[in-house]
C-alpha cells in the first residue's frame, strides 16, 4: 500500500522561501509527481510535475520561484518556494501515480487516488 504525507508548511512573510517535503511510503518503481494548491474559495490548482526521468513542468503562476524535485526512489519529493506571495496562500497537496503508461501531466495526476493530506502555507504582508 502506497501513502503520501506532506510536511513543511507554515507561516512566512512576503517574499520569503520554505521548502515542502512528501514522502512516499510503499514499494514503487516508476511515477508520475507532483504538487497542488487549493486556495479557500478556489479551485485546485496543479502547481507543478516531475517524472521518472526527473523532466519538470510548472504552472505559469509559479515558474521561475518553485521548484519541483525527486531525485530517487528513497528522497522525497520536494518543492522549493521562493519569493512567495500572499496569492501562494493555500493548502498545498503532493499527488502521484505509479507503474502507468500515461505521460505525466497535471490533468493525468487530478484523477490519481494517492494524495497526501495536504499542508497549510500562509505568507502574509
Known amino acids: 500500500q502506497i501513502e503520501l504525507a506532506e510536511s513543511g508548511g507554515g507561516s512566512v512573510e512576503v517574499g520569503g522561501s520554505l521548502t515542502l517535503s512528501c514522502e512516499i511510503t510503499?514499494?514503487?518503481?516508476?511515477?508520475?509527481m507532483g504538487w497542488f494548491r487549493q486556495a479557500p474559495g478556489k479551485e485546485r490548482e496543479g502547481i507543478a510535475t516531475v517524472s521518472t526521468d526527473r523532466s519538470t513542468t510548472y504552472a505559469d503562476s509559479v515558474k521561475g520561484r518553485f521548484f519541483i524535485s525527486k531525485d530517487d526512489l528513497k528522497t522525497p519529493l520536494r518543492l522549493q518556494m521562493n519569493s512567495l506571495r500572499p496569492e501562494d496562500t493555500a493548502v498545498y497537496y503532493c499527488?502521484?501515480?505509479?507503474?502507468?503508461?500515461?505521460?505525466?501531466?497535471?490533468?493525468?495526476?487530478?484523477?490519481?487516488?494517492?494524495w497526501g493530506q495536504g499542508t497549510q502555507v500562509t505568507v502574509s504582508s
Open positions: 499527488a502521484a501515480f505509479f507503474n502507468s503508461g500515461l505521460k505525466c501531466s497535471i490533468d493525468a495526476l487530478q484523477r490519481t487516488k494517492y
Open positions: 510503499g514499494h514503487y518503481s516508476g511515477s508520475c
